[in-house]
């Protein structure tokens, strides 16, 4: 957002490489239920500041076979809109969820409908060369294959 200011004549983009398995439904309901109502970057560093402190090995943070990843993703894919909102109108902030790829992280099943890397390039260069103002990509979604993904 700093160079979004200092240079108001560029048009600056970023991606959030983030994943659907960051999205609140995969959240322990009580995770998601806070992560749901803050509203500022400030409550969310404090937010992320108060897991770290209280992380508990026998709590389970998210579903699946990867809690830790998905927290993180979730919390990535919630700071896009909170630093959209702060920004000057060159600066565009979106989160992208490329699919699934086989890797040691992913489930039997992922690993089936795993995408090529090559699959989901022509999505983020779409993103990339989106207008900032009036494209089809708004700023602090959460987007995968050129669709919105409900966060």
């Known amino acids: 957002i700093k160079v979004a200011l200092q ?8 991606i959030h490489v983030s994943s659907g398995d ?15 109502t803050i509203s500022s970057l400030d409550g969310l560093l404090e937010y992320c500041s108060v897991l770290q402190n209280n992380f508990s ?9 990867t809690p ?7 919390l ?8 959209q909102a702060m920004a000057p109108s060159n600066f565009k902030i979106v989160s992208w969820c490329p699919g699934d790829f086989s890797s040691p992280m992913s489930s ?5 409908r795993a995408v090529d890397v090559r699959e ?3 999505y ?23 669709a919105e993904i409900p966060f």
């Not at 039997?108 to 089936?112: A, F, K, P």
């Open 7 to 14: 240079h108001p004549e560029k048009q600056i983009r970023v």
């Open 68 to 74: 830790m990843y998905s927290l993180s993703k979730c």
């Open 57 to 65: 090995p026998s709590m389970e943070y998210a579903f699946g076979s």
């Open 120 to 122: 989901t390039f022509p």
């Open 76 to 83: 990535l894919t919630h700071s896009a809109p909170l630093l």
């Open 108 to 112: 039997e099943d992922e690993c089936e």
């Open 124 to 146: 983020l260069w779409d993103m990339l060369t989106d207008p900032i103002q009036g494209g089809k990509y708004e700023g602090g979604k959460l987007y995968r294959k050129g």
């Open 22 to 36: 960051g999205e609140l439904v995969f959240l322990n309901s009580q995770i998601a239920s806070r992560v749901s």
